[in-house]
């Protein structure tokens, strides 16, 4: 069941999104060569407490991992998929590329939403990434209009994507958002025909989030049971938006 939201609790996930937004704003002004994972880690956590929200991934049990995530970012760097964990020890270098993921809860309601920064200037095949990547998240968020279905929103990120010679990551998907970060429907960034297609309706929230490979789409979870890279190597940028379905089409809770 696709839980559907009135407009005063779109209001609250409102200010869950704008709190997400400032958030990874201001880290994506600190990414420059020295800054370690740990650094963007330490200010992400206090902004989130001093706004009065709750880190959403902190304390997250993921089933797959068998593990509550210890963090309230996931950085996952270059040939990181997600679920890249913060540490002292990752310092950014030029010529990497860091994707920062993070979730707060305000008032009950949940904020969610990511963005791939460079360290430095990128090469060309880099920036085609990043550039095709949010490129395809922008064509699914045009979709989340009530009408439509959710196949409209998948496909948009598959048909970009893949016209553009890069591939998608299959085994994380995005996800209805809403008193839980993690609710129905999911949000595969492809057409997935052994899922059901619901009409998209007022008052839902989708956090879209493609996960996109230079290279070939596989990925396997490193030993700490949590990072997820690509198998061949090559990078891999996420970007991500929660949207909901309004009367005037979509609106983009994770940014002004
Ligand atoms: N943005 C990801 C998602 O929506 C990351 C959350 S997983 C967590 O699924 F474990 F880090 F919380
Ligand atoms: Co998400």
């Known amino acids: 069941m696709i839980i559907r939201k009135s407009p005063a609790e779109l209001e609250k996930m409102r200010r869950a999104g704008l709190l997400v937004y400032n958030i990874l704003q201001e ?6 060569e020295g ?11 206090r902004m989130i407490r001093d706004a009065g929200a709750r880190p959403a991934f902190k304390g997250y049990y993921v089933p797959a991992a068998g593990s509550r995530y210890p963090f309230v970012l996931c950085t996952s760097l270059n040939d990181e998929v997600v679920h890249g964990m913060p540490s002292r020890k990752r310092v950014l270098r030029k010529g990497d590329i860091v994707s920062i993921d993070t979730g707060v809860q305000i008032d009950g309601y949940y904020g969610d939403s990511a963005v791939t920064v460079p360290v430095g200037e990128p090469n060309e095949q880099v920036k085609k990434l990043l550039e095709v990547t949010e490129a395809s998240l922008e064509l699914a968020i045009d979709k989340v209009r009530s009408g439509n279905r959710l196949f409209d929103v998948c496909g948009a990120v598959e048909r970009h994507v893949l016209a553009h010679g890069f591939s998608i990551v299959r085994e994380y998907v995005g996800h209805g958002i809403g008193t839980a970060l993690h609710e129905e429907p999911q949000v595969p960034n492809y057409v997935d025909r052994k899922n059901e297609n619901p009409r998209l309706k007022e008052g839902m929230v989708l956090a ?3 996960m996109v490979n ?6 396997r979870v490193l030993a700490d049971k949590w990072t997820a890279v690509t198998r061949d190597g090559s990078f891999s940028a996420h970007f991500e938006h ?13 940014r002004p």
């Open 242 to 254: 929660c949207v909901a379905v309004t009367a005037n089409g979509p609106w983009v809770l994770t």
């Open 208 to 210: 879209i989030e493609p």
């Open 27 to 32: 880290l994506a002004r600190t990414v420059e």
């Open 214 to 219: 230079a290279g070939k789409a596989d990925t």
């Open 35 to 45: 800054v370690s994972t740990h650094d963007l880690e330490i200010a992400a956590e």
